[in-house]
């Protein structure tokens, strides 16, 4: 599946839970755009400062399950017209995560704002951390996590001041961090993750597919285990 799995379908976010994946499993859920863009992160910031709550907000492109002019739909605000409109509407990507990161323990919430772009969308991850730390602190971390760690190909590292969403559009990666936009006061984090919403998901699913298969093309540099 390529949206969040219900029930007992597992949720799978590559490069940090692929390997749950058991041989028998007949269904599995890929989650969704958003879920594969802030799991890696928050992965990452829980494993070194320690979440205790979160909210993330997404500013995310209008899809197809939006109407181009005014006209009927099961949710009202998602029945105006997209390409005129900013659209405040819900997103399941939050209630995603307990299931990629059922050790977290964290409560998550999240919403959703749909603008008239066609592609790339960037979540706001406002953490509340488990102890302090200061800004250069956390770019260095997020920095060397974007290089190095078992979670590069999902994790990416911006330091362009100029950047915007189109920037972003075909990168393979889950989510791209935002130097210049983070904030870091005390035990408040706020990160600025851009996403390519479509592509960038495609490739996480690609990468799932490979697993399970156990057919995966060598690349270089190799990818991290």
């Known amino acids: 599946l390529t949206a969040p799995g219900k029930g007992d379908v597992p949720n799978i976010v590559h490069g940090v839970n692929h390997d ?26 829980a494993d070194e400062y320690g979440v205790l709550r979160g909210h993330v907000e ?29 659209v405040i509407t819900e997103t399941g990507a939050a ?8 050790g977290l323990d964290a409560t998550i ?7 008239p772009v066609p592609d790339v969308s960037i979540a706001i991850l406002n953490l509340q951390l488990a102890r302090a730390t200061d800004r250069q602190e956390v770019l260095d971390y997020l920095r060397n996590v974007s290089l190095t760690s ?12 100029d950047a915007v969403s189109s920037d972003f559009i075909g990168s393979r990666h889950a989510s791209i961090v935002d130097a210049g936009a983070l904030k870091v006061e005390g035990d408040n984090a706020i990160l600025y993750l851009w996403y390519d919403n479509e592509f ?16 995966e093309y060598p690349t270089f540099p190799a990818p991290a285990v």
């Open 58 to 86: 997404t500013v995310h492109s209008f899809t197809n399950d939006q109407n181009l002019l005014d006209n009927y739909h099961k949710s009202e605000r998602r029945g105006r017209s997209a390409p005129l409109n900013m």
């Open 200 to 215: 960038g998901y495609s490739c996480q699913v690609v990468r799932v597919v490979q697993y399970v298969s156990g057919v």
């Open 20 to 45: 749950t994946l058991k041989p028998d499993e007949r269904i599995l859920s890929c989650a969704s755009c958003t879920t594969n863009a802030i799991v890696p992160p928050l992965k990452a910031m």
């Open 109 to 115: 919430t999240g919403s959703s704002i749909r603008v």
């Open 95 to 102: 209630s995603a995560v307990a299931k990629a990161l059922p």
């Open 150 to 161: 078992p979670l590069k190909r999902q994790i990416d590292f911006i330091s362009a001041p």
